[in-house]
């Protein structure tokens, strides 16, 4: 069994996702063991409360400097011992030590084709509004393992979205999630699950279904 933690900083839909994905067996052998939000008002922690899903705050904000929050922010993961990390709208840079101590175990979900619209800056509603200033036609999601850079890692499965005329940045983020996040990041947790993931090169690649 696959033990997950969710690194959550808004709404949680993302999380909500998952969450339903495991309650219908659309992700199996794994479980949700912690949210962790940097925002004690997040909506993500209602969404694990009223599933029974320990949830904690772990926010720069409470400690005296970065490096001391990284330090017990490592410490924690460290303690709570996941095989995956999600980041399910973090807005936090992961500590560089705990790219190293959980490497090739942190997953993130980044509302755009990366590598359009990502790095430094680019997070939340800020991809859509960029994306639609660009005049992009098609937009989409990313799953990618994290790794010291910021949206750099190697990517797991990407889904297309159009735009369309009279799009709003927040049209366009709920059609985003809609028709790409809320699939793809559950499909990516199962595949970690059940095994299907090769990563060869630097490249991840899913393994052929065999044929019976
Ligand atoms: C999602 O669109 C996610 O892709 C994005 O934040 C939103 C969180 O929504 N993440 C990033 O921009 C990371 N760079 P949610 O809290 O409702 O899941």
């Not at 009279?166 to 028709?179: A, F, N, S, W």
């Amino acid at each position: 069994m696959l033990r997950v933690a969710v690194l959550v900083s808004g709404g949680g839909t993302n999380l909500q996702a998952i969450i339903d994905a495991l309650e219908a067996g659309r992700i199996t052998n794994a479980e949700i063991i912690a949210v962790i939000s940097n925002n004690e008002g997040a909506k993500a922690l209602t969404r694990a409360n009223n599933h029974h899903i320990p949830g904690m705050v772990m926010s720069p904000k409470n400690f005296k400097d970065r490096e001391a929050f990284n330090e017990a922010f490592t410490a924690k993961m460290e303690e709570l011992a996941p095989d995956l990390i999600v980041l399910a709208g973090f807005l936090v840079k992961i500590p560089e030590q705990m790219v190293k101590k959980f490497s090739g175990r942190i997953i993130n979900i980044h509302p755009s084709l990366i590598p359009s619209f990502c790095g430094v800056g680019f997070y939340g509603l800020k991809v859509h509004e960029e994306a639609l200033k660009r005049g992009v036609k098609v937009t989409g999601a990313t799953v990618h393992f994290v790794n010291e850079g910021m949206d750099e890692g190697p990517i797991i499965a990407q889904k297309p979205v159009f735009t369309e005329k009279g799009d709003t940045p927040e049209i366009l983020q709920r059609r985003v999630m809609e028709q790409a996040e809320w699939i793809l990041l559950p499909q990516a947790i199962d595949d970690i699950a059940n095994d299907r993931l090769i990563l060869e090169d630097g490249h991840v690649y899913k393994k052929q279904e065999e044929l019976s």
